[in-house]
């Protein structure tokens, strides 16, 4: 019988987690007043996660500004990411300054939702979450284990977040920092009304934008 998986919800607290990692033991809480990525790849030594390991790194000064740290998982142990992080500064020239989450009992992997059965029992998909703040989850995505993640993608959707909760807008397809925002949409016949003459640029009464 294939296990029943619960996945995290956005808008709701991520799972806790307290595990040993490259850096030494971290728990969600650590992240509170922070912006945290995690993300997960199925295993060390494999190709695209190590395209990915190294665009996450590349990334890295970019995701500071932001306030948002970076934490990697997958099902390999502690000696595993410190032979391959070596590995990646030996062979690429490029040194891995975030941690890695030793999750060999799967605890945490589990816990997220990470484990799919149909594409692996004992790996991690390539999923990513969003973690604001407040330790709540705002953001999943998942990617299949043949194929890397856009990591500027990330970043921008981790801004686009910081936009909207900032300035109580929503941010458009494509919306890259300095780009018009959506204004929200009126919600009474009245606001419809009157919301073409509220200086914004508004196509239609639903559809009204601005620049910050």
Not at 139 to 145: C, F, R, S
Not at 178 to 206: F, H, L, S
Request: charged letters at 25%.
């Amino acid at each position: 019988m294939t296990e029943t998986v619960a996945l995290p919800r956005i808008n709701e607290r991520a799972p806790e987690f307290e595990a040993r990692t490259t850096h030494g033991v971290k728990k969600l809480s650590d992240y509170e007043g922070k912006w945290l990525v995690l993300f997960s790849h199925p295993a060390d030594f494999t190709p695209v996660c190590t395209t990915e390991f190294t665009a996450f790194a590349k990334y890295y000064p970019e995701f500071q500004k932001l306030n948002c740290d970076l934490l990697g998982l997958s099902i390999d142990s502690y000696y595993s990411h410190v032979a391959w992080v070596r590995n990646i500064k030996e062979k690429f020239g490029i040194e891995i300054p975030f941690p890695i989450i030793e999750d060999l009992k799967m605890d945490v992997a589990k816990s997220f939702g990470m484990i799919h059965p149909g594409a692996g029992d004992t790996s991690a998909v390539r999923a990513t979450f969003i973690i604001d703040p407040k330790g709540v989850l705002r953001a999943m995505v998942y990617y299949p284990m043949t194929n890397g993640r856009s990591i500027p993608e990330f970043l921008r959707l981790v801004a686009a977040l910081q936009t909207s909760d900032a300035n109580k807008v929503a941010t458009p397809e494509g919306w890259q920092p300095g780009d018009k925002v959506i204004v929200p949409p009126p919600q009474d016949v009245n606001a419809a009304e009157a919301r073409m003459n509220e200086g914004y640029e508004c196509t239609d009464w639903y559809f009204c934008t601005k620049s910050l």
